[in-house]
């Protein structure tokens, strides 16, 4: 009798991990990397400066769907510098009630704030090695994240209510794992103008190969 019930116990807790264990991977389509002009540290100058590469190219990819039961794990807060008078990175996502800082990786000051209705705030100047205030993303949606000193300076906070979600890398490949089975919808933030989706069917176990190219 006690071999049969830790038998049923074992039995459980496998059909339990399967079901929490399908995979979906492939590539996101970017769009091409743009290009810009650097902020001397001195930021009062008016000398032209050459163009160069900002920030990669990214996408968060995420799974939309009704997650009921699927509890908060707490993570460590999420970071978006500020180095080589860019956000580093500039796409940041976090679940509802996630936490971000700002570390200011420059030789100049920054002034981080956003007038997003998602989330308002303004970290007021700071320098190196000062320690901004963390911001805690209360509300679903999107937050634009500026520097009031350097104008060029453009973040996004993607405040997401799912919690599936990854970041492509620089060619736009990603893998979400440990997912319920069940019917969702995959989506691929780019850009608030370039969001893509398509409807996705997991299965207990199972890897599932969906590309998102672009429109």
Excluded at 77 to 103: I, T
Excluded at 104 to 128: A, I, P
């Amino acid at each position: 009798m006690k071999a049969r019930v830790l038998l049923c116990f074992a039995s459980l807790a496998a059909i339990s991990f399967v079901r929490a264990d399908a995979t979906i991977e492939g590539l996101v389509t970017l769009p091409p990397p743009q290009m810009g002009r650097t902020l001397s540290a001195r930021y009062q100058t008016t000398v032209e400066a050459p163009l160069t590469p900002s920030n990669p190219p990214s996408a968060v990819v995420y799974l939309e769907g009704n997650f009921t039961g699927a509890e908060a794990t707490a993570k460590a807060p999420a970071q978006m510098s500020q180095k080589n008078m860019l956000f580093s990175p500039d796409l940041v996502a976090v679940r509802v009630g996630g936490v971000v800082e700002f570390p200011n990786l420059d030789d100049t000051y920054h002034n981080v704030f956003s007038y997003s209705k998602t989330k308002r705030f303004d970290l007021g100047r700071f320098r190196k090695g000062e320690k901004p205030s963390t911001i805690v993303f209360d509300k679903p949606g999107v937050v634009t994240v500026h520097c009031e000193i350097h104008d060029r300076m453009r973040g996004i906070i993607l405040v997401l209510e799912t919690p599936y979600f990854t970041k492509t890398d620089t060619a736009g490949r990603y893998r979400l794992e440990h997912l319920p089975a069940g019917h969702y919808d995959l989506k691929a933030w780019i850009n608030e103008a370039d969001v893509r989706s398509v409807p996705v069917d997991l299965k207990d176990g199972g890897t599932v190969h969906v590309d998102l190219p672009r429109k």
